[in-house]
Nanobody
Framework: VQLQASGGGLVQAGDSLSLSCAASGRTFLSYGMAWFRQAPGKAREFVASISWATTNYADSVKGRFTISRDDVKNTVYLQMNSLKPEDTALYSC????????????????WGQGTEVTVSS
């Protein structure tokens, strides 16, 4: 599976942004998907995950971000609302053939990331 993330950019605090992650391969349906982010000088952290029926979010984005997937388009999305400067990071999508969770080690495929910058 190859993952291609897109949709990042420079926005102001309070704005919205939608990220996309397009997956190759015909087995997209069997994968759990997630978004992680890495801010400058910080470790990569979990943002959100989605399986076939459930979603899970980091506390820092709960209520502001929404993860979704379109299995026809082989794409997972991250809708980010009410963005804050602390959301500034490189956002990467990841895929797992296990039940998705917040651990990086669960994921076996990673996209290259898309940069999100939120100015105050």
């Amino acid at each position: 599976v190859q993952l291609q993330a897109s949709g990042g950019g420079l926005v102001q605090a309070g704005d919205s942004l939608s990220l996309s992650c397009a997956a190759s391969g015909r087995t997209f349906l069997s994968y759990g998907m997630a978004w992680f982010r890495q801010a400058p000088g910080k470790a990569r952290e979990f943002v959100a995950s989605i399986s076939w029926a459930t979603t899970n979010y980091a506390d820092s984005v709960k209520g502001r971000f929404t993860i979704s997937r379109d299995d026809v388009k082989n794409t997972v999305y991250l809708q980010m609302n009410s963005l804050k400067p602390e959301d500034t990071a490189l956002y990467s999508c990841a895929a797992t053939n296990k039940k998705p969770d917040s651990s990086e080690s669960t994921y076996i495929y990673w996209g290259q990331g898309t940069e999100v910058t939120v100015s105050s």
